[in-house]
């Protein structure tokens, strides 16, 4: 049994992998699970992955969950290029530093602007209001003052002078809210420029396929989730 990535392109950590192994010449089985079908519930699922979450991989009788160490484990195991995860001390610690702030941050703000600008209208039927979109993208634009400030600098890309897995998981989480409707980049030239260059290292053709889904989201409509889902989903978001 080869390599198995389980994988939703629809998640932005599954879209990251997706890209960082085509992009390597890292040969797998894309295992699509559909989320809105509920596909990572089932006990088949449960097999790969106890959380029942995406992504996950299998490789031979070895399962692990979490796109980050998912990434690491593909970097390490396939030997690919060092400027991905470099092995000078001081640029792995940029990588690392950036890996280890996206969650709570870029991934956490981005996400909840595609929630509510996107799902929350779907799942109840409503427009969202105006000023709790408002409260949601200034969260958002806070971390992404951060984002340019901290982390990307006046560098062409997080760690230095290539691209690192740290551009390539930033890239992808932003453009969740890109595809619910809200361009970030448009009056941001440096946060435009760097996904410019970080889309030019993986391939621009690459990028945009597995971005495909993701920009045709606003075409959403709740017949497309599993009936069971509905009710679930609808309540998580409330809370939000």
């Known amino acids: 049994m080869g390599l198995e990535l389980y994988l939703d392109l629809l998640?932005?950590?599954?879209?990251?992998?997706?890209?960082?192994?085509?992009?390597?010449?890292?040969?797998?089985?894309?295992?699509?699970?559909?989320?809105m079908k509920g596909q990572h519930k089932t006990e088949e699922f449960r097999k790969v992955n106890v959380l029942m979450k995406v992504p996950a991989l299998r490789d031979g009788s070895f399962t692990l969950a979490e796109s980050i160490a998912?990434?690491?484990?593909?970097a390490q195991k396939f030997k690919t290029p060092d400027h991905w995860y470099p092995s000078d001390l001081q640029k792995r610690a940029r990588v690392d530093e950036y890996l280890s702030w996206q969650h709570a941050n870029i991934r956490a703000k981005g996400s909840k602007v595609f929630l509510m600008k996107v799902l929350l209208p779907v799942l109840t039927g409503q427009p969202l209001p105006a000023e709790k979109l408002e409260f949601v993208i200034e969260d958002l634009n806070v971390v992404l003052k951060q984002f340019e400030e901290k982390f990307l600098q006046d560098k062409p890309f997080i760690a230095g002078s290539e691209i690192s897995l740290a551009d390539l998981v930033a890239l992808v989480e932003l453009m969740q809210p890109v595809g619910a409707g809200y361009n970030l980049f448009e009056d941001r030239p440096k946060l435009?420029?760097?996904?410019?260059?970080?889309?030019?290292?993986?391939?621009?053709?690459?990028?945009?396929?597995?971005?495909e889904g993701i920009m045709n989201i606003k075409n959403l409509t709740a017949d497309q989730f599993a009936p069971e889902l509905l009710e679930s989903f609808k309540q998580q978001l409330l809370k939000q």
Do not use: D, M, T
């Open 11 to 35: 998640s932005q950590p599954c879209r990251a992998l997706y890209i960082f192994a085509r992009s390597n010449n890292i040969p797998f089985e894309f295992k699509r699970v559909q989320l």
């Open 70 to 74: 998912i990434l690491l484990y593909l």
């Open 192 to 211: 435009a420029e760097w996904r410019r260059r970080v889309e030019e290292a993986v391939g621009k053709e690459l990028f945009q396929e597995a971005h």
